[in-house]
């Protein structure tokens, strides 16, 4: 269908989803809907919609509210009522719901407890700014929701330790390119029992690297996070790779025996203004 042919409803709509996908691409944006009980959601109230969140977004973090503020004050007391009664479930449920009222929705993680996910939403999450939900338009059949979820307010899921476990052992064994990866370490990170410096770890990282020609990377298992004896958290895994020596003379290519690295390994992470940082590394044929 050409587009001359295109009804102005029509045209409206797809103007809508263009401005959808600019606000993904620039800001982010996730757009959810909650139905009310009849009617209908016209475009032209979607780009009233649409218009109201790129003058939030446009307007920068500065216009962005507590989800606390959105929340009923009645609501937060009945939850820390129900959580002193140990009723987990209970409690999360009244302020989930007390924050769809205010035009907010998040989903619990399937890796969370009832426990562990209440403390989340009654301290982090009501702490946590985003953009203020646009006000219910007159006649509108479906509620216009601001998304937040576990992972946009604390990086310390399983999903991140993974991500970062896994990306941090890619670059140690790609001794191709420089070590990129110092950001991920604390101030201090383990030396043995002792503690050293970020830069000494790095240093130690990179003569060790600086011993291999060439490494080929083999498995990959992960493990999964696990509670130390110490109160630490770690990040088990699998992991296996070949690695080729450097040679005695540089002029020559290498002649050392490859050596096959397989075994367990972990990292040890610590939690750093609701994000993750490494403290601790042990794989084959390395530790920090």
Request: hydrophobic content about 35%; charged content about 25%; some cysteine.
């Amino acid at each position: 269908m050409h587009q001359d042919d295109l009804s102005p409803e029509e045209r409206l709509r797809i103007q809508n989803e263009l401005t959808k996908s600019d606000l993904t691409d620039k800001h982010g944006a996730a757009f959810e809907f909650v139905a009310e009980n009849s009617g209908e959601f016209t475009p032209e109230m979607e780009q009233q919609f649409l218009q109201n969140i790129s003058r939030i977004e446009d307007g920068g973090t500065e216009s962005y509210v507590p989800i606390r503020s959105l929340v009923s004050n009645k609501a937060i007391k009945v939850a820390a009522a129900k959580a002193k009664q140990q009723k987990w479930e209970e409690a999360a449920d009244e302020l989930l719901q007390a924050c769809i009222a205010g035009g907010v929705m998040t989903e619990q993680p399937d890796w969370i407890s009832p426990r562990g996910w209440y403390a989340f939403l009654s301290t982090d999450f009501l702490d946590h700014t985003i953009p203020p939900p646009p006000p219910v338009e007159p006649g509108a059949t479906q509620r216009h929701m601001v998304g937040a979820f576990y992972d946009q307010v604390r990086q310390d899921s399983p999903e991140t330790m993974l991500m970062m476990t896994s990306n941090l052992l890619l670059d140690i064994l790609n001794v191709k390119d420089p070590f990129a990866s110092t950001h991920l370490f604390a101030e201090e990170v383990r030396n043995g029992q002792a503690l050293q410096s970020r830069e000494n770890a790095i240093t130690k990282i990179n003569a060790w690297r600086e011993k291999w020609s060439n490494i080929e990377p083999g498995g990959f298992n992960p493990g999964g996070p696990m509670r130390g004896p110490d109160g630490a958290t770690y990040y088990r895994f699998e992991c296996s790779f070949n690695a080729t020596p450097i040679s005695v003379d540089d002029s020559t290519p290498s002649t050392g025996k490859v050596t096959l690295y397989d075994g367990d390994g972990v990292v040890q992470f610590i939690s750093v203004d609701k994000h993750l940082e490494v403290v601790g590394l042990m794989m084959p044929g390395f530790e920090l």
